[in-house]
């Protein structure tokens, strides 16, 4: 059963980058059959997409965090990361990471993260 | 950032029928599939609904997705205190280069 584990700092200071990896146990992270995603939720709000990476490495990111995020893959740990550069209050949320499939959405989450970014 | 409609509540009694309604446009629910997710309190989301009406395993099928044009709609029936909880749907968005697009959310709550 696959299960996906994030981690990293809970807190940040605006301006700097925030730094979040998702361990993937259980399961490939190369099955080029799943996606893997970023989502994130504000407090009290709804549901984010950040954005996904595929285990060749391409992305595809939301459009008013692009010019701010990377997400990349490291196979030989079988973890994918995120960036986000440019830290203001606005990014406090819990982060979550997903496992994806084509047509279907996102199938296994971890339990999230919560990130503060202080000023 | 919301371009998915969702109202922000529904409400209903123990064993009633309920909807949650999912508005979009041509370049999202239009010409992609829907999905729809659970988040109970304090949880991470849940899968409940994927291809517009599929269920994934060990969902009860208390739960069902439908899809017309450019709009789906979530149905719960025989409500129990436990599906009181946050329902999003989901879609690909065409425009620009692409990208997944939720719902605002709707706050089920059961009476």
């Known amino acids: 059963q696959v299960q996906l584990q994030e981690s990293g700092p809970g807190l940040v200071k605006s301006s700097q980058t925030l730094s979040l990896t998702c361990t993937v146990s259980g399961g490939s992270i190369s099955n080029p059959d799943y996606y893997w995603s970023w989502v994130r939720q504000h407090p009290g709000k709804g549901l984010e997409w950040i954005g996904y990476i595929y285990y060749s490495g391409t992305t595809y990111y939301n459009p008013s965090l692009k010019s701010r995020v990377t997400i990349s893959v490291d196979t030989s740990k079988n973890q994918f990361s995120l960036k986000v550069s440019s830290l203001t209050v606005a990014d406090t949320a819990m982060y979550y990471c997903?496992?994806?499939?084509?047509?279907?959405?996102?199938?296994?989450w971890g339990q999230g993260t919560t990130v503060t970014a202080s000023s | 950032q919301s371009v998915l409609t969702q109202p922000p509540s529904a409400a209903g009694t123990p064993g009633q029928r309920v909807t949650i309604s999912c508005s979009g446009s041509?370049?999202?629910?239009?010409?992609?599939?829907v999905s729809w997710y659970q988040q109970l309190p304090g949880t991470a989301p849940k899968l409940l609904i994927y291809?517009?009406?599929q269920r994934p395993s060990g969902v009860p099928d208390r739960f069902s997705g439908s899809k017309s044009g450019t709009s789906a709609s979530l149905a719960i029936s025989g409500l129990r205190s436990e599906d009181e909880a946050d329902y999003y749907c989901?879609?690909?968005?065409?425009?620009?280069?692409?990208?997944?697009?939720f719902g605002g959310g709707t706050k089920l709550i059961v009476l």
């Open positions: 989901a879609s690909w968005d065409d425009s620009l280069s692409g990208f997944v697009i």
């Open positions: 997903a496992r994806g499939a084509f047509d279907v959405g996102m199938d296994v």
């Open positions: 041509g370049s999202n629910i239009g010409s992609n599939y």
């Open positions: 291809r517009n009406y």
